[in-house]
């Protein structure tokens, strides 16, 4: 068993797409979080394949935002994982932030390494980790590494691997309502009983603290639980047949809505007219 | 009250995209249904604004399975829709079949018209009716109009009109998985609640005879059900914010799988080695 999380950081996982030019709503409150004008923020390159592009990018939003100091962790082959520089940035930071891209290039450089081991470390420590899109993916234990978008429920539509592990029994997917992926969360989910599913839109993200998680951003998150289904066909299925699955309960939680990791219940705005 | 469902004819209802040139699994049971090859079939072009194109394809597809005869029924103005010549095939037929195209055109000829009075006389007497697509959207009381597919469920995200009613308590959306329409659908839902949601993937099919309901084809049938939903902020929500909902419940039923829609309980199929 990982230790109680409610010693280690917050958690802003962003389903990609975030505003970078108005308001900044999610990248502002990671931010605060990180610090707000004492913020020392790490920007992971690790997803991207333009990794200077996406640096410069969130270097300009975090320093306009008012950040003390942005620095960028470039780490293209493995190797840049164990760099005394880099481990450095890293082990000074007040916040650290993944950038998008492919989920299995994260794991790729990352995984094993002595950044690994400081980045949980820090996070333990009580540091904010933000990520988006491939960024937000990563958060888990069990991520899913590649899969089809657009189908139903098909056992072959989905690849798992190992995550970043920062946070344990659930499984996130991004760009979610964008790319229509119920589909391929369902059956990521059906592979790994007892995870809760998030899915999250674009320009939306969770704030998770402690077994606790607020909505912000322009969309809504889709919490998916099956824990409470009564039948599915996995055992009997073939690699290209589609999936079966009896009582999925769903959760739409826009801006302000939160929901409890332990519990599984959700709970509407504080100060809400609405019961 | 409308009267008895049980006496009607069965309906065939197809999220697009139906195979016409393999196995033609759906098609074919929908000429099973219309009498095999005893089979009169009127096809009405309705829907589409290429009505030539769509009869040629259906009337080749129906011939080929073996439908003693395919008559195609244009109707392009209101007025066709009481030219007693298409009545009367609509009279002779033992199936009828919507194509795709745009569900509102179908109401905007269909509504009021002799051919409704008729068409609804010979589904209570015992034909079949098959739609795909925008022919599967109309099968409801109340239908989905036009909406944005790829959003998250925003109040303004779905526009609803009167559909042709051939099925009471239950709203279609089709091409569900491909265009990532479950937004769209939860929206609806919550526009008309007590109403069931059937999200139909392509080439995928319910059939509906009496309260039974069984899914043929490649994909899968998404059973939407928010009667148990225990919030939801649509009574304070502005046109362009985020909906929440609580607790709707899911059920993805593929080939061969039933739901009954008066219980609202799925079941396996029969013979099935799964509990």
New interface residues.
């Given amino acids: 068993m990982s230790e109680s999380i409610e010693s280690k950081g917050p958690l802003v996982i962003i389903g990609g797409a975030e505003d970078k030019h108005e308001n900044c709503t999610i990248l502002r409150e990671f931010v605060r979080l990180a610090g707000g004008i004492d913020a020392h923020i790490a920007v992971l390159t690790a997803a991207t394949a333009y990794p200077q592009e996406a640096g410069i990018e969130y270097d300009r939003v975090f320093s306009h935002l008012g950040a003390a100091a942005v620095d960028i962790v470039h780490t293209e082959e493995p190797d840049d994982a164990n760099s005394p520089q880099l481990l450095e940035i890293v082990a000074d930071a007040t916040g650290v932030f993944f950038t998008g891209g492919d989920q299995s290039r994260v794991i790729r450089v990352v995984q094993d390494s002595l950044l690994e081991d400081l980045l949980h470390k820090r996070h333990r420590e009580g540091i904010v980790v933000g990520g988006t899109s491939a960024g937000a993916a990563i958060m888990s234990e069990v991520m899913i590494a590649e899969g089809d ?5 098909y056992l072959n539509a989905v690849e798992m691997s190992k995550g970043m592990g920062f946070l344990s029994q659930v499984l996130v997917d991004q760009h ?8 391929r969360l ?1 059956t990521a989910l059906l592979l790994e009983p007892h995870v809760l599913g998030l899915g999250i ?1 674009e320009n ?1 993200a969770v704030v998770v603290q402690g077994d606790d998680l607020e909505v912000i951003g ?3 998150v ?1 919490v998916v639980d099956e824990s409470e289904t009564s ?1 599915n ?1 996995l ?2 299925l073939l690699k290209d ?15 302000g ?1 939160r929901f409890n990791l332990k519990t599984r219940q ?1 709970s ?1 705005p504080e100060g ?4």
Same sequence: chains 1, 2.
């Fill in positions: 978008s657009t189908t139903h429920p979610f309502a964008q790319r229509g992926r119920l589909g369902l839109d939306t322009a969309g809504a889709t039948h066909n055992s009997r047949e589609a999936m079966a699955v009896f009582g999925v309960k769903l959760h739409i939680l826009p801006h809505y959700p509407v809400s007219l609405v019961p």
